[in-house]
T-cell receptor, first 117, second 112 residues
């Protein structure tokens, strides 16, 4: 399986500021996925990031709020813009496992826990 | 659209008890189905999967069978241990889109 490193692992942010989360994968991958896990809730897909094209956002998520970069096949960033307390969540990067486990098996990073005051 | 409905928690069991966590899904076609587990303080990891009807996924004593007729993928374990305490998520694969839809998660606590 791919190994995913996320930074920062946690942060405390002030309302109105923006924070960029980095996701580094140890192998080249076509699609990278950004999920959000709000406190006590399930994982919700924010967007799919493909290298060389615009990210595809799920319903309820917009590029102005969650801009994503995908400069190459091993790296992506997610920015949470103009944060409010409602953005306090764990943000997770994931990739599809191409190690023979079969389609749709995702490997996840450890997550970035953001607290917005 | 596609969705996953999972048994509400939390679930508290004594060690060596039998565990069932119910999961049903709604989807077009025949998606792959998964159970992921999140141990306290750790990241999300795959527990088991099934890719077609009547497949049984198994790992660490946990099992789940892909039932097309009832659109279900219930997680079972015959004898739980304290170390099984975690949050369990049922998930559905979105085919060529590559990603997963998750259920709400079920928190399991096993008491000695």
């Amino acid at each position: 399986s791919a190994v995913i490193s996320q930074k920062p692992s946690r942060d405390i942010c002030q309302r109105g500021t923006s924070l960029t989360i980095q996701c580094q994968v140890d192998s080249q991958v076509t699609m990278m996925f950004w999920y959000r896990q709000q406190p006590g809730q399930s994982l919700t897909l924010i967007a799919t990031a493909n290298q060389g094209s615009e990210a595809t956002y799920e319903s309820g998520f917009v590029i102005d709020k969650f801009p994503i970069s995908r400069p190459n096949l091993t790296f992506s960033t997610l920015t949470v813009s103009n944060m409010s307390p409602e953005d306090s969540s764990i943000y997770l990067c994931s990739v599809e496992d191409r190690g023979g486990s079969g389609a749709n098996v995702l490997t996840f990073g450890a997550g970035s826990r953001l607290t917005v005051l | 659209g596609d969705s996953v409905t999972q048994m509400e928690g939390p679930v508290t069991l004594s060690e060596e008890a039998f565990l069932t966590i119910n999961c049903t899904y709604t989807a077009t076609g025949y998606p792959s189905l998964f159970w992921y587990v999140q141990y306290p303080g750790e990241g999300l990891q795959l527990l088991l999967k099934a890719t077609k009807a009547d497949d049984k996924g198994s790992n660490k004593g946990f099992e789940a069978t892909y039932r097309k007729e009832t659109t279900s993928f219930h997680l079972e374990k015959g004898s739980v241990q304290v170390s099984d305490s975690a949050v369990y998520f049922c998930a559905l694969g979105r085919g060529s889109q590559g990603n997963l839809i998750f259920g709400k998660g079920t928190k399991l606590s096993v008491k000695p």
